[in-house]
T-cell receptor
Framework: AQSVTQPDIHITVSEGASLELRCNYSYGATPYLFWYVQSPGQGLQLLLKYFSGDTLVQGIKGFEAEFKRSQSSFNLRKPSVHWSDAAEYFCAARMDSSYKLIFGSGTRLLVRP | EAGVAQSPRYKIIEKRQSVAFWCNPISGHATLYWYQQILGQGPKLLIQFQNNGVVDDSQLPKDRFSAERLKGVDSTLKIQPAKLEDSAVYLC???????????FGSGTQLSVL
């Protein structure tokens, strides 16, 4: 079955430190991949997406993600975290043949001052 | 540009009662989605409309949930009767077309007591 896995429920980093959030997918072929951020009381906001081509994609707010086909992964990174980045992050995927977006269970990011 | 509007923001009901949520998508967006987000989980697609037709409702519990988008613009999602496990945030999203970027509303938080 198609699925998206985010193995880390919570991650805590210090402000200014680097960040990597993990995401793995299980699909028969390479899906379209997305990262969303959800701040408390707000809707989901798209950070970045990967459809094809360059495996390192740049997004908003200084985030980037790298697609690795061999590992079925699409990890989100940021070189220096700001306190305002504290939020919940969701990885999502959909196949070209289906418009259904499947989300992972999310990773809550806490930022230490 | 106005975003996706949802109401109410919060709703508390007792089990076996009925409840309805309303969503007004971004003007001109043909595709509308309802997602259920249970605490600690990623959003799960309940139903997807293209204009006023249903594209996917495979995960909608049709014995108690119903949704409509009669004029192809705004939409209502109803639960009747509600169960304790329906406690969740109900997110509405819209996109210009089936394979385009989703814009999410802030959601309706439902508590079933």
């Amino acid at each position: 079955a198609q699925s998206v896995t985010q193995p880390d429920i919570h991650i805590t980093v210090s402000e200014g430190a680097s960040l990597e959030l993990r995401c793995n997918y299980s699909y028969g072929a390479t899906p379209y991949l997305f990262w969303y951020v959800q701040s408390p009381g707000q809707g989901l906001q798209l950070l970045l997406k990967y459809f094809s081509g360059d495996t390192l994609v740049q997004g908003i707010k200084g985030f980037e993600a790298e697609f690795k086909r061999s590992q079925s992964s699409f990890n989100l990174r940021k070189p220096s975290v700001h306190w305002s980045d504290a939020a919940e992050y969701f990885c999502a995927a959909r196949m070209d043949s289906s418009y259904k977006l499947i989300f992972g269970s999310g990773t809550r990011l806490l930022v230490r001052p | 540009e106005a975003g996706v509007a949802q109401s109410p923001r919060y709703k508390i009901i007792e089990k076996r009662q009925s409840v309805a949520f309303w969503c007004n998508p971004i003007s001109g967006h043909a595709t509308l989605y309802w997602y259920q987000q249970i605490l600690g989980q990623g959003p799960k697609l309940l139903i997807q409309f293209q204009n006023n037709g249903v594209v996917d409702d495979s995960q909608l519990p049709k014995d108690r949930f119903s949704a409509e988008r009669l004029k192809g613009v705004d939409s209502t999602l109803k639960i009747q009767p509600a169960k304790l496990e329906d406690s969740a945030v109900y997110l509405c999203a819209s996109s210009r077309a089936l394979n385009e970027k989703l814009f999410f509303g802030s959601g309706t938080q439902l508590s079933v007591l």
